[in-house]
């Protein structure tokens, strides 16, 4: 199951449990990029109406574990989520990573149960949106069902693309593939697109593309010394983005 938002002690599966708490969209600062872009003013009552926002969740707690039953999905209000898999030996596959304003926990709404787990990589707040509510409140409101068909096309679109970034780039087009993608996410928040703090250690960057610690830490230390970017600890700084897109072979 996911988070149960009527309690606030751990369920029996271990993850934190939600208290019931209605969170207000029109004093969320990343309404205009979460599901409330998609309702009116006169509409954003009934949005709000269905979501619930808990105690702020520790780093490394879960918000849901593969195989769990699917509920809900999870807009991410503050902090940094990753979503991982199982190898068949046990070891973590990171599979994505998600901003304030995004939304996780879609991969099981085909199957009835989630394929991926999903934890905190900082002490987070999520607001929860039971999605059969959701699907009853998207039938009334056409545009907000349009948004979350947007939403699913875009976590596809960004399946792909991470399908295609550790077939054919090199390790260096990886690392800068996401720092840009990371870059223009936070510019949709209204932050600088230019100064990045990285929510993920080096080896959640390793693990998610496919490369050696080693080998993100060094590509790290020559692009700075290369002048595309300025480093201390996780906080970034893109100095030289036409030379970090690759003369064009990446996208700004």
Known sequence: MGINHLQLVSNTK???????????????SLSPICLPLAV????????ENIMHRGRPLKRGEHLFRASDQFES?????????????LSEDGE???????????????????TAHHMSSAKTLETSSVCEIPFSRLEDLSSKIPSLQHHFFSLMSREIQADRELHMLLSKKSADDRIASLLLSLSARQQRRGLSAQRIRLPMSRYDIANYLGLAVET??????RFQ??????VEGREIEILNRESLCGNGRLRA
């Open 14 to 28: 271990g993850r934190p449990a939600m208290s019931q708490h209605r969170a207000s969209c029109n004093e969320c």
């Open 92 to 110: 973590e596959q990171v599979t994505g990573f998600y901003l304030p304003g995004e939304i996780v926990g879609m991969d099981g709404i085909s």
């Open 225 to 230: 010394q290369q002048g595309m970017l300025a």
């Open 40 to 47: 009116s003013v006169d509409e954003l009552d009934e949005l």
């Open 216 to 221: 993100v830490s060094r590509i790290f230390t």
């Open 73 to 85: 999905v999870f807009a991410v209000r503050s902090g940094a989520v990753k979503t991982y898999a």
